[in-house]
């Protein structure tokens, strides 16, 4: 385009000095005179150049062999105020300042005697004393008579350099202070999708810094059960416009393991969309283990608190049943020889005598059931089976229940407390059987598993609803005895279908 430039102003002197004559011979191509043709052409070009020099927003020029200016853009002459009927045919160093204009003659110099195109970045320090950067390339130009001519295109970088200095800066800032703090810190671009992670969080997890890869790959190492619930919380956080997130999952470090971690992260918006988040990781697995460990003390105060309310309910049932036994019965047994020795002076005494010998042998037995019922059966090795069967024996001869009993011998292996347990279990089961279901018939199971020794009680009565039945005092305690020892206690009952009890506890 430059060359055409050349070529048209050298073609118009030409014109002017040698007009054609009636004698030199015309060729015409396509009925069209080829110097008519050509002249078009380069007037054409001529025009684009000059638009090209007008509009570009950058400096641009053209110089001849001795470095003279011939053509320049707009912006040539507004930065060096210059006019262009002043400027053209002039050299450089009288156009540019001293400082610039050496350096820039010298390049040109250096392109001219090797025809090969130059670079450079260049300082140029203004009157008003503040300081520009240019990229400057220099390059040849050869015009259609072999003339040399130079081209230079020159564009400011100082803001693009101020923006990247300043990006260092930040960088080194933000290098800085994560090497000073011991604390997890990530930096996610969520333009280019570029994160940082500081030295602290990647020796959290174990992986080299070079090992460190994108969002995906941080996402895929967290918990399965944990990165959905993750995801969404970020997403519906940007989407919110909220500034910030925080989130507790489990992360698969290096090793393999999974290590739990407090996630928290600040979003920056420009003209309201997320453009990076900035956050701070925490290992959580002391505070974990910590509450694992307040959690088992609980636990155990807990276990050792109802140990010592069954130990304290099992001496005073067995206090009291020892007191009704010796003592009560004793008085009635008293007051019943003493009526005996009464004589009746006529029917009607005589049968009030009676009556009264009566009620006082049903309390006497009544005391004595209850008695049993209370004090603790000396569960000593294999006699939790016996215990049982005389309890079922008990039920079946007071109530004409029919009983049946399956048992493993396996369960006389559980400790004596746990003993105890199973047999008051049964003993509040066939209580609550007898008072409330009108049932017929009870089977009893007693088996052992690998880990578990299970009681099944099934009955034929009622039935009832489990979920919308009042849970009193014997079930409770049915529920709580099974709990001390880390068991599991279900009832499986409909209105009308009989009820299952279903106990196991730990072998």
């Known amino acids: 385009m430059k060359e055409m430039g050349s070529a048209l102003k050298h073609n118009n002197e030409e014109e002017h000095q040698q007009p054609l004559t009636d004698s030199q011979p015309v060729y015409r191509v396509n009925g069209q005179d080829p110097a008519a043709q050509l002249i078009g052409v ?15 927003p950058n400096m ?34 009288e156009l540019m300042p001293a400082d610039l204009s050496e350096t820039l003659f010298e390049k040109h110099q250096h392109v001219l005697a090797t025809g090969e195109q130059h670079e450079l970045l260049q300082d140029i320090k203004w009157a008003d004393g503040s300081t520009a950067v240019y990229h400057i390339n220099i390059f040849p130009i050869n015009d259609c008579r072999g003339k040399k001519l130079l081209g230079g295109h020159a564009v400011n970088l100082t803001e693009k350099n101020k923006a990247e200095a300043e990006l260092r800066k930040m960088n080194e800032r933000l290098l800085m202070l994560s090497r000073a703090t011991s604390d997890a810190i990530w930096e996610w671009d969520m333009q280019t999708g570029q994160i940082f992670r500081n030295e602290a969080l990647m020796e959290m997890t174990g992986f080299f810094p070079q090992a460190s890869r994108g969002l995906s790959w941080w ?37 393999g393991t999974y290590k739990p971690m407090r996630d928290k992260g600040f979003i920056v918006y420009e003209n309201g969309l997320p453009v990076k988040m900035i956050g701070s990781i925490q290992d959580n697995s002391d505070i974990k283990e910590m509450e694992s460990r307040l959690i088992q003390e609980r636990l155990q ?13 099992e001496r005073e049932r067995t206090r009291i049943g020892m007191e009704l036994h010796d003592n009560v019965n004793q008085i009635l047994s008293s007051a019943k020889l003493f009526l005996e020795m009464l004589q009746p002076a006529g029917k009607e005494q005589t049968a009030v005598r009676q009556k009264g010998l009566d009620y006082i042998s049903l309390a006497v037995e009544e005391i004595r059931k209850l008695s049993r019922e209370l004090v603790t059966p000396v569960l000593r090795e294999n006699n939790l089976v016996s215990c049982i069967r005389q309890l079922l ?11 049946d009993f399956r048992f493993d011998n396996c369960a006389e292996l559980l400790s004596g407390d746990k003993k105890i347990t199973l047999f008051r279990i049964i003993q509040e089961q066939l209580k609550n059987i007898i008072k409330h279901s009108g049932a017929s018939r009870v089977e009893l199971a007693l088996h052992c598993t690998l880990t578990d ?55």
Not at 301 to 313: F, M, N, S
Not at 393 to 403: L, N, P, S, W, Y
Request: proline share 3%; aromatic share 10%.
């Open 301 to 313: 105060r807990q276990k050792e608190l109802t140990d010592t309310i069954i130990q304290a309910q």
């Open 219 to 255: 996402l895929r190492r967290i918990h399965p059960e944990d990165r959905t619930r993750v995801g969404e919380t970020v997403r519906k956080s940007t989407e919110a416009g909220l500034f910030s997130w925080q989130e507790e999952y489990r992360f698969k470090c290096a090793d």
């Open 453 to 507: 020794v299970v009681l099944e009680i099934r009955d034929n009565g009622n039935g009832f609803d489990p979920n919308q039945t009042f849970r009193g005092i014997g079930l409770s305690s049915i529920y709580e005895r099974t709990r001390y020892y880390e068991g599991n206690a279900e009832i499986l009952s409909a209105p009308g279908n009989g009820c299952i009890l279903r106990v196991s506890l730990p072998l």
């Open 60 to 93: 641009a020029w053209v110089v001849d062999e001795n470095i003279s200016l011939q053509y320049a853009s707009r912006k040539f002459y507004e930065i060096f105020g210059l006019e262009e009927s002043d400027a053209v045919n002039k050299s450089i160093p």
């Open 393 to 403: 024996e008990d039920v079946r001869v007071t109530t004409r229940i029919e009983t």
């Open 42 to 56: 380069l007037q054409e070009k001529n025009a684009v150049l000059k638009s090209f020099m007008e509009r570009t």
